[in-house]
């Protein structure tokens, strides 16, 4: 006798590879899960000691504020600006996203001003008020002081002009490369715009941006994940974030920082994973790695590792966009209800996908529900359902059926494996 399957699409679990098959109509279709290179993103488990000495200074945070980039692909300017509500609200708009610019101090005696070509459509930045009142003579709107320059000079923030361009004609950069680079393609040279501010860690104001929109999508993925495991704004909120880290990447050295209402508390070595601190209060704290574009914000340390209410956060520049997972930690590892986030870009089934259950030392231990959303898929019957799996330490229950391992089956749907799947975890761990 032969047996129909439901349609299914990609399902897929956090830190492994698998193939689906797909059966409907009794034909079959294999859909490939992320390459590897996309899953194996590792985490290292953090600890945290005190020095029995001062600390030497290495890494010191300067009172900054963080400038960042956009871009508009159809009138070809470059935008600046620090006001994060700002930079989401173009970001809506189609603008896109190029990371931070530079750092400015909070205040000096010499503003850079914000003017607006109600014509043409962009923005000119300058220092100096004669050549902004001269542009005001001539029609341009003055809006603000958009930041300042640095007193002491610092990080020069280079000024170059298109003369073919109507729109977008001027271009701000501390990257020498780009600078040099654009006065080869025919832009006019035009030195230093103003100074920018040197940093070797991330100034307060970014860090409670960090730890706010992260607030944000955790209270989304819990909210959510109690309402019938809804998936809404999660992909938006944690792309927010995503950008930030990705931005970061390469700004610091290859070390964790550890901060505490916004401020630095902790630092580990250069490659290494134990962060050294003389001390940290009761209260939240986040752990930030740029160069693993990672995230870990815990209610409190204990015993050197971090515990209570938590949530990690990695991204990535490929396919795997984004993984979150949310839960209590005990032993530094989430025991009891835990939700976990995955987000996808792949060109031929972009999917996100919400899990929840219980945890027994990050291992996925009991019955887990999980909710798929196709964002673009080759399948195109079945772009959002919900299925579950039963679960014991990490491995699920399962039926074996020819050469596959039946997992899962529910009023819309049947899940099989071409293998058995093994150490589901809500949150990946290194295995040495």
């Known amino acids: 006798m032969k047996t129909k399957f439901a349609p299914i699409a990609l399902v897929s679990a956090m830190s492994m590879m698998l193939t689906v098959p797909v059966m409907a109509d009794e034909q079959t279709v294999d859909v490939k899960a992320p390459e590897a290179e996309e899953t194996a993103l590792s985490q290292n488990e953090v600890s945290v000691v005190n020095r029995t000495e001062p600390d030497s200074g290495q890494v010191t945070q300067k009172d900054a504020i963080t400038m960042y980039r956009l871009y508009n692909r159809n009138s070809g300017e470059h935008f600046y600006t620090s006001d994060v509500e700002e930079r989401n609200g173009l970001k809506t708009l189609g603008w896109e996203f190029e990371g931070i610019a530079w750092y400015a101090p909070s205040t000096s005696s010499t503003p850079v001003y914000r003017l607006y070509n109600p014509n043409a459509g962009d923005h000119h930045y300058t220092t100096d008020a004669g050549e902004r009142d001269g542009l005001q003579a001539l029609g341009w709107v003055y809006e603000k002081v958009g930041w300042y320059s640095n007193e002491g000079n610092g990080v020069p923030i280079y000024r170059q002009y298109n003369p073919n361009a109507a729109t977008g004609s001027h271009n701000y950069t501390s990257d020498v490369t780009e600078n040099n680079t654009l006065g080869t393609l025919g832009w006019n040279l035009e030195g230093i715009g103003w100074y920018g501010v040197s940093v070797n860690c991330p100034p307060e104001s970014l860090v409670n941006e960090i730890t706010n929109t992260m607030n944000t999508f955790e209270s989304t993925m819990r909210t959510g994940a109690a309402n019938s495991r809804d998936l809404t704004g999660l ?113 031929n089934n972009a999917y996100e996908e919400l899990t929840t259950g219980p945890a027994m030392d990050n291992f996925m231990n009991g019955h887990v529900d999980k909710h798929t959303h196709y964002l673009k898929s080759s399948v ?45 975890v809500f949150w990946p761990r290194d295995e040495a």
């Not at 610091?252 to 050294?276: A, C, H, I, K």
């Not at 019957?381 to 039946?406: A, H, L, Q, S, T």
Request: hydrophobic residues 30%; contains cysteine; proline residues 4%.
């Open 235 to 347: 992909h938006d909120q944690g792309m927010i974030l995503a950008d930030l880290v990705n931005a970061l990447y390469s700004e610091f050295e290859n070390r964790y920082y550890m901060f505490q209402n916004g401020r630095l508390v902790g630092y580990s070595p250069v490659g290494n994973d134990t962060v050294e601190t003389s001390g940290v209060g009761e209260g939240q704290v986040l752990i930030f790695q740029p160069r693993r574009k990672k995230l870990q914000k815990a209610s409190a340390i204990t015993d050197t590792r971090p515990q209570g209410n938590a949530l990690y956060f990695r991204t990535g520049s490929g396919k795997q966009k984004i993984q979150a997972a949310a839960g209590t930690l005990t032993n530094g590892f989430f025991n009891g209800e835990a939700i976990s986030y995955t987000f996808s870009e792949d060109p």
């Open 380 to 424: 195109t019957r079945m772009m959002d359902f919900e299925w579950f799996m039963d679960v014991e330490r990490g491995v699920p229950k399962y039926e074996k059926i020819g050469n596959y391992y039946y997992v899962c089956h529910s009023d819309t749907i049947n899940v099989y494996y071409d293998y058995v799947p093994q150490n589901l």
